[in-house]
């Protein structure tokens, strides 16, 4: 098992020799522009934690807190000529040298991490204690680093909000290998606390807090959410039950064929829409909360008129030199009565009676008595779906990003049209909609 996760002699000289030429060039820059600048490998590169196939570098060009960071970005920019600037709290590079990928990434250089000015200062802080820590339990990280990507649940991205590798190798310090690992996380509750240097500072909501060992005030497991943690923990259960190699390499499903698509649409009997647009440019962790955030209000626009929604999702997916968003909304049925019932207030209260029966002046049926309260009868504004997402879609909060880019066009797909749309990203993700299957036992 181990030989498959722990990278080979040849790629771990390959990565030091990539890194190393990196670091050399940063340097010599430095020092040709008098800048004050510590080059750093941070992340599982630096502590022999990266899993075999994962070839990237994270690299961080540390300047005094005095210095400007866009004179860190300069510096970064040169030494990958070739590069794709990305934004998280501030710009970085991002390239491929050496056929690794590779994150160039300004911060400061402080004296702790309280005093960090964005969230990328604490990293070298993380660097540091782990790799005085975690000598001799790199193969049980590598275990649980991968278990976790085999259930569906490694990665902090907020596509994902799943395990953070620098949380696993938290959990692998505080249990001690990865079976113990399991073994606590199959028996978790809401609320866990795991506080490796017992000197948390303030309270937390989340359902895991992992107190970051060197901010007492930061949750290393906040950006996992609680049914990505419990999702971890059922498979733990199920693992420690029946352990097989299939948790850490699993058969996932293979994009969805034209026949199984329609067939499957067809027998759940349920309605589906997807809508389908053009996403905007930008970074994973900023386009996916709008997404979120967007099914919810099309969801409440559903239920707003009186359709059930069953179940929904979201997803990008890369197609050549553009991304399209997909929303996939499954409805319990797609279209509803002409008519539908509205419940008043009891008779006897008559001035909310009044206002009842006044906003109501033309009902199909009624006013009439039931148990008590006035019952009117009156026609639906939308009996289909996809006429009210039609229809209703731009009036919605969609962010405004995503806004923009619904108004310069889209597409809306129903049922078995759904089948029209043949990239393999979104045939992936409607196999895994579809069979949405997770281990729990």
Request: hydrophobic share 40%; charged share 25%.
């Amino acid at each position: 098992m181990l030989h498959r996760v722990r990278p080979t002699p040849e790629e771990r000289s390959k990565l030091a020799e990539a890194a190393n030429e990196v670091l050399s060039n940063i340097e010599k820059l430095a020092r040709s522009r008098g800048l004050a600048c510590q080059p750093m490998l941070v992340g599982s590169a630096s502590r022999s934690t990266w899993l075999a196939g994962d070839h990237d570098l994270d690299i961080f060009l540390a300047i005094p807190e005095e210095a400007d960071l866009s004179e860190a970005l300069a510096l970064a920019r040169e030494v990958a000529p070739v590069h794709e600037e990305k934004y998280a709290e501030h710009a970085y590079v991002h390239a491929k040298i050496n056929g690794f990928e590779a994150d160039l990434v300004p911060c400061y250089l402080l004296e702790n991490a309280t005093r960090i000015r964005s969230a990328v200062d604490r990293t070298p802080f993380h660097t540091q204690y782990v790799f005085g820590r975690i000598k001799g339990l790199e193969d049980e990280v590598l275990l649980l680093k991968q278990f976790m990507k085999g259930v569906g649940v490694y990665g902090s991205e907020l596509k994902l909000c799943g395990f953070s590798g620098y949380l696993a190798e938290l959990l692998v310090l505080r249990y001690g290998s990865f079976l113990t690992v399991l073994e606590s996380a199959s028996s978790w509750r809401p609320g866990e606390i795991i506080d490796l240097e017992a000197h948390a500072t303030i309270s937390h909501e989340d359902p895991l807090v992992v107190v970051d060992p060197v901010d007492p005030s930061r949750n290393v497991a906040a950006a996992l959410s609680v049914d990505r943690m419990f999702q971890f923990a059922a498979a733990a259960r199920c693992f420690l039950c029946n352990p097989s190699i299939e948790f850490f390499f699993p058969q996932g499903p293979d994009p969805i064929s034209d026949h199984d698509l329609s067939k499957q649409i067809r027998e759940r009997g349920s309605t589906f829409l997807l809508l389908d647009f053009e996403a905007p440019l930008m970074v994973e962790d900023v386009i996916f909360p709008q997404l979120r955030k967007a099914e919810e209000s099309i969801h409440a626009l559903f239920q707003r008129h009186g359709f059930s929604v069953l179940r929904s999702d979201v997803d990008c997916h890369v197609i050549g030199e553009t991304s399209r968003a997909r929303m996939l909304f499954e409805l319990d049925v797609g279209e509803l009565p002409a008519i539908i019932k509205r419940q008043g207030p009891p008779v006897w209260e008559t001035e909310h009676l009044t206002r009842f029966l006044s906003s109501h002046p033309e009902p199909s049926s009624g006013p009439y008595i039931a148990k008590g309260r006035a019952i009117v009868e009156v026609q639906r504004k939308y009996t289909s779906g996809i006429d009210l997402l039609e229809k209703e879609l731009l009036t919605l909060s969609l962010g405004k990003h995503l806004t923009m880019q619904v108004q310069k066009g889209h597409n809306i797909y129903v049922g078995s049209e759904l089948a029209q749309v043949k990239d393999k990203g979104f045939r992936s993700f409607m196999a895994r909609y579809l069979a949405a299957k997770l281990w729990m036992c």
